[in-house]
Structures are given as structure tokens and as C-alpha cells.
């Protein structure tokens, strides 16, 4: 997948979350969010982000049931979980000089 596809469709979900009111659309926009962090955490890190404040909006949505809440939250553990492997990936090929 291209990289500024995959940002411009993140940033078009990021823009509507705020007006989502069905459980239904929420459903789609958090399928979508489980499918795409495999392949953001392994690829395109510096988008994760944006995962990051869609799920933000999505929790704050009062159309969420519980379910999707509940998946939600298992969502932001593991995009959480894939930017400390990253920064330790990172950190551990890119030693500090003193």
C-alpha cells in the first residue's frame, strides 16, 4: 500500500469520527482501524498517530457501545505496545553518545 494513500484515507476518517452517530459506521471505521495496524506497525510508523487520536475521537463518541469500547481500548493497547517496540528498535540501533 502506498503510504500517502493510507494517510490521506486516516486523516478523510480522522475528519468524520467527530460526526459518526450510528453504531454501524463506528463498526466499519474500527475494522478498518484493526486491519490497518498490522500493517502501519509494520511499515508506516509515523502514521500511527493518527490511529491514535481516531481512537481517541471514537472513545469519546457517544454512539459506541460497550463492544466496540471494549475494542477499542484492546486497539490503543496495541498501537501503544507497536510505538514501544518501534522506539526500542530504534533506540537500540541508534545508541546515545556521551
Do not use: C, R
Not at 62 to 90: E, G, M, R
Amino acid at each position: 500500500m502506498d503510504i500517502t494513500i493510507i494517510a490521506t484515507v486516516l486523516n478523510l476518517i480522522l475528519g468524520i469520527v467527530p460526526q459518526l452517530t450510528s453504531s454501524k459506521s463506528i463498526n466499519s471505521v474500527v475494522s478498518l482501524l484493526v486491519q490497518l495496524v498490522p500493517i502501519l506497525t509494520k511499515e508506516y510508523q509515523a502514521l500511527l498517530p493518527i490511529v491514535q487520536n481516531i481512537i481517541a475521537l471514537l472513545q469519546q463518541n457517544t454512539a459506541v457501545t460497550p463492544a466496540q469500547l471494549a475494542a477499542l481500548k484492546v486497539l490503543d493497547a496495541n498501537v501503544d505496545s507497536a510505538f514501544d517496540a518501534a522506539w526500542a528498535a530504534y533506540d537500540a540501533a541508534h545508541p546515545a553518545t556521551s
